[in-house]
């Protein structure tokens, strides 16, 4: 079983700055793809930001350049730097790790999410 875990969300103002962190443990191949999802209220769940273990990363046209993603393969934990941050990215951020598009076996694993309030 693979447990993932987010971490760093709060409350800040437009403008600021905020870090996520999301870690992930147990049975984990080790070619993966890990990123962000955020979903608010009455809207779908959308990518944010996704990275491969190769460190390829694809980020959603609403946070290029001013959010950055990374990773530490060592740890299975992935960051979100969001900096700029706008009242429109309040949401729940959600982490998850799957497997590489076109790659068996096919896995996908949720963390339960952290909540992002960009409010003055």
């Known amino acids: 079983q693979v447990q993932v875990v987010e971490s760093g969300g709060g409350l800040v103002q437009p403008g600021g700055s905020l870090r996520l962190s999301c870690a992930a443990s147990?049975?984990?191949?080790?070619?993966?793809?890990m990123g962000w999802y955020r979903q608010a209220p009455g809207k779908q769940r959308e990518l944010v930001a996704d990275?491969?273990?190769?460190?390829?990363?694809n980020y959603g046209d609403s946070v290029k350049g001013r959010f950055t993603i990374s990773r530490d393969n060592a740890k299975n934990t992935v960051y979100l730097q969001m900096n700029s941050l706008k009242p429109e990215d309040t949401a729940v951020y959600y982490c998850?790790?799957?497997?590489?598009?076109?790659?068996?076996?096919?896995?996908?694993?949720w963390g339960r999410g952290t909540q992002v309030t960009v409010s003055s």
């Open positions: 147990g049975r984990i191949f080790s070619s993966n793809a």
């Open positions: 990275i491969t273990s190769g460190g390829t990363t």
């Open positions: 998850n790790i799957r497997s590489l598009r076109g790659s068996t076996p096919y896995f996908s694993y």
